[in-house]
């Protein structure tokens, strides 16, 4: 039943006669007890609808499955109140560790994290601040590197499009982007930044609100959001790249779909999830942590919607 090498074929092929005559299936509970391991994970995701997460999802339980893990995947919608049960069932259904998918950690979540009798990995924020272990890209040096390019193209105006999923990513992004508009002497309005929910109709509430008439590029903590953005910029008329350059900090598969295509902050996400569980399943066998806080590298892949 356990699969032990060491039994002899013929006697694996009679219990393995009878295990499916009676239908049998080993008693996962009953091993976890015996074991005081019960081989799952627990996954917190603020929305598995959106593809960002999803996409980060598929990483994760590629390693999980490598190494023999079973996901328990759920739902927060960004909810600390929702995250807390989440994380608290969790825990007492006797997960080996659990992991947070993106999103913004409440304070009342990082308590519960340090407190937590089972390793904790962040993917897709940065944890280190707070002494969490986590995987993630440098959002303020892509930002940076962002704005650098779109003023060389001509942007003096910016605006921003954050989510409240993000927020840390969002806080970075914006720390590089005004780094970056103080270095050549400019500033960013803050009438010209607008927090949402990295939603397609967020985006297109963005661009309704900001001031196009003196806007020169957007930066899109999300696709979804920057798609919005460029739908409701072609709505009004306004010419995407030559009025307003647009650039998102995903890189999903959406990018591609929308006409002119996004440029993007490239966030190798299955690298991030994959790395974020191989870092937990490190810390679920006691095995030696170099570094609890990675830092993939990131790419930019200017396509239509700048010049």
């Not at 440098?138 to 105006?157: M, P, Q, R, S």
């Not at 306004?238 to 902050?265: A, G, K």
């Amino acid at each position: 039943v356990n699969g032990n090498q060491n039994v002899k074929p013929e006697t694996r092929d009679k219990v393995n006669a009878v295990i499916e005559k009676l239908n049998y299936r080993p008693n996962a509970v009953a091993r976890g007890l015996a074991s005081k391991r019960t081989t799952t994970v627990g996954v917190i995701i603020p929305d598995i609808s959106n593809v960002y997460y999803s996409q980060l999802a598929r990483g994760l339980e590629d390693i999980a499955t490598m190494y023999k893990y079973h996901s328990i995947i759920s739902n927060s919608d960004n909810d600390p109140v929702k995250e807390k049960e989440i994380f608290n069932n969790l825990l007492s259904k006797q997960v080996d560790g659990i992991i947070f998918l993106g999103g913004t950690i409440s304070e009342e979540i990082k308590d519960l994290i340090n407190k937590s009798s089972v390793p904790v990995v962040v993917s897709g924020t940065n944890g280190k601040d707070d002494g969490i272990a986590s995987v993630n890209i440098d959002f303020k040096t892509a930002a940076e590197e962002v704005t650098e390019e779109l003023i060389n193209n001509g942007a003096k105006e910016f605006g921003f499009v954050g989510g409240n999923y993000s927020k840390k990513a969002q806080d970075e992004v914006l720390i590089g982007l005004k780094n970056v508009l103080s270095k050549h002497n400019l500033s960013l309005n803050e009438n010209q930044v607008f927090n949402g929910n990295e939603t397609y109709k967020d985006g297109i509430r963005a661009f309704e609100a900001l001031d196009k008439s003196k806007l020169d590029a957007i930066l899109s903590i999300s696709d979804e959001q920057a798609i919005g953005l460029v739908h409701s910029a072609q709505d009004e008329g306004v010419n995407i790249p030559d009025d307003v350059q647009i650039v998102s900090f995903n890189n999903t598969r959406l990018v591609e779909m929308v006409r002119p295509q996004l440029s993007s902050v490239i966030q190798p996400l299955y690298d991030i999830g994959a790395v974020g569980m191989r870092l937990l399943t490190k810390y679920m066998n006691e095995e030696e942590i170099e570094e609890p806080n990675v830092i993939l590298p990131h790419r930019i892949e200017y396509r239509g919607t700048t010049k």
